[in-house]
């Protein structure tokens, strides 16, 4: 198994900057792609940015150019470098890990971290 453990949210105003992260353990020799993925009130949770162990990124449009995804592999964390912040960005941020299993993939998840913009 794999466990997460996410850090880094809180409030902030419109146009400020938040960087989280996410400390993975247990099986981590076999993932193969994390990601941040966030849930706004009423709405279904959404991917923001994916990482892969070859490190191609993959962004949700609408944070393009305003978010970095990265990893430090030797302190198995991976981070979310949010800048540019909008009101919008308002939702729990939660992390993700994938490792391929017989017929598909196994998912963890982290506890997740409020993120709050304010406008």
């Known amino acids: 198994q794999v466990q997460l453990v996410e850090s880094g949210g809180g409030l902030v105003q419109a146009g400020g900057s938040l960087r989280l992260s996410c400390i993975a353990s247990?099986?981590?020799?076999?993932?193969?792609?994390m990601g941040w993925y966030r849930q706004a009130p009423g709405k279904q949770r959404e991917l923001v940015a994916l990482?892969?162990?070859?490190?191609?990124?993959n962004y949700n449009d609408s944070v393009k150019g305003r978010f970095t995804i990265s990893r430090d592999n030797a302190k198995n964390t991976v981070y979310l470098q949010m800048n540019s912040l909008k009101p919008e960005d308002t939702a729990v941020y939660y992390c993700?890990?994938?490792?391929?299993?017989?017929?598909?993939?196994?998912?963890?998840w982290g506890q997740g971290t409020q993120v709050t913009v304010s406008s």
């Open positions: 993700n890990a994938r490792r391929p299993a017989v017929g598909g993939s196994l998912i963890s």
């Open positions: 247990g099986s981590i020799f076999s993932i193969n792609a």
């Open positions: 990482i892969t162990s070859g490190g191609s990124t």
